[in-house]
Every structure is written in C-alpha cells, then in structure tokens.
C-alpha cells in the first residue's frame, strides 16, 4: 500500500499521516501483519510518502478500493485564522505479486546505492545503504533506505518494484477494455477523486457510490468496516448487474441470428 501528499503542501503530508494511521488502526483491530517498507516524513510529523506491506486473512478484498484521490477539508493546526483548506492525497493499492508471477530479469535492472538521508542514525547515513532500482523497460523506480542493511533495502525494494510492475501489467490490460467496463469502484484510477473526509461537519463521502457517513471522527480512529463492507456489496452487485446485462446482450444477439 503506498500513500503520497499530493495538492495542499504540508497539510496534505498531516492528512496522508492520518490516513496511514486509519489504516493501521483498522489493521490491528483484524490481527493483520503491518510492515513499512520506506517513508519519508516531514518536521511537522507529516508523511510525504510511505510505503507499507498488509498480510492476513482477506486483505486485498478488504482494501483494494482505496486506491484513489483521498480530499481533505478542514482548518490546518498550521492555519491562524481558522480558514478551511481542500487537500489531496494519492493511495494506491497494490496485491503483493510472487517471483514466479512476475519474472524480473537482472539485464533489465539499474541498481545504484547511495547513502540514506533524513533521521535514522550514525551509521544509516554515513553508509552506502540506501538503494534505488530502476526497471529499465517500464521506467519504474524504487528507493528504499529503512534499513541499516543494503541487502535489506534491496529485498524490499524488490518487493515494491515486483508489486508496481504487476499493477503496470494490470493497469495495461484494464485500459484495453476500459470501455466495456461500467464501474469506477476498484478502477485503481488516481487521477479520480474518490472519497471527501470533510472535518467541520464530521462527514465522509464516497463518491463511487454515494455513501455519506456523519461519523468521520470514529473513521479516522480505524472504526472504516462499515465503510469497506458497503464498497465490498456495492462491487458484487456491479458485477452481478453487468454480468446480467452481459447476457442479456447475448441472448439478442441470439435473436438476431435466428431471424
């Protein structure tokens, strides 16, 4: 799972913090195995990027609607006269691909190694720790620098890249029938805004579906099931109805033939 700051400078990395621990709040409460994979926060305690690693029972059922523009409306703690700001955040989804899923050939690899920035020690920054791979035919590039260890950094970095590669192929093969599909839940598109959490009146919208809930402050605290079992029912019946109109389509066409 990646969460990036995107419009709202840092008000928008403050709301990608929350976020991040609205999922992992939600996380704990399913027993579920929690792993950064790379961050980089800001002064304030805002999180310009991080990337984390979910594993359990039912994870990617659970959170793959995530994916998206996530807009925050609220009053800054940075904001003196108590004006209301609009900020966006990006998250994006990814199922976690095995090595036999998607074969990665060392030729198509750039490695380089450099030594990790920002807090994190003596011996993290004064070593040639932190890794960056670049998957040359699909421009893809990942840097890691967690860890005191380059090897460690390589493997996660590995893992993120093997992901982002697997959405590549994905998103490749969805914009091929992009026509035929009629539903935006789980589309994985983040230039759509998905969900509004405005804070003056307590509120959250999902737009995909035309969900309001008055209880945007138990959300942000983990309390999100409501919220993931209407996307999860909401998608089912999508694709029930698309299915039945599939048939239906088909059965014409049978007609027709027949004439």
Not at 119 to 131: H, K, L, R
Not at 202 to 215: V, W
Not at 240 to 258: A, E, K, R, V, Y
Request: aromatic content about 6%; overall charge negative; some cysteine.
């Amino acid at each position: 799972m990646e969460i990036r700051a995107g419009t709202g400078g840092e008000e928008a990395a403050l709301f990608a913090a929350d976020l991040y621990r609205m999922y992992s709040r939600f996380a704990e409460t399913k027993g579920w195995k929690f792993e950064i994979m790379n961050s980089n926060d800001t002064e304030l305690g805002g999180i310009k990027e991080i990337v984390f690693s979910i594993s359990g029972n039912n994870v990617y059922e659970n959170l793959r609607y995530e994916s998206g523009v996530h807009r925050v409306q609220r009053v800054p703690a940075t904001e003196a006269s108590g004006r209301i700001h609009t900020s966006a955040v990006t998250v994006a989804v990814l199922p976690e691909a095995d090595e036999t899923e998607i074969d990665i050939k060392p030729d198509d690899l750039r490695i380089d190694v450099m030594r990790a920035g920002g807090p994190g020690g003596q011996c993290v920054n004064t070593t040639d720790s932190a890794v960056r791979i670049t998957h040359l035919p699909t421009g893809l590039t990942v840097h890691c620098q967690d860890e005191k260890s380059q090897i460690k950094n390589k493997a996660k970095a590995m893992r993120i890249l093997r992901a982002r590669i697997y959405e590549h192929e994905e998103a490749k093969a969805a914009a091929q029938r992009a026509e035929a599909r009629k539903s935006q839940v789980g589309s994985g598109d983040r230039s759509q805004r998905i969900r509004t959490y405005n804070f003056p009146q307590n509120r959250l919208t999902d737009h995909r579906i035309n969900l309001t809930l008055y209880k945007l402050d138990l959300v942000m605290q983990g309390d999100t099931a409501e919220l993931f079992d209407t996307l999860k029912l909401s998608a089912k019946e999508e694709l029930l109805h698309s299915s039945s109109s599939s048939g239906d389509s088909n059965d014409s066409d049978d007609l027709t033939d027949d004439s």
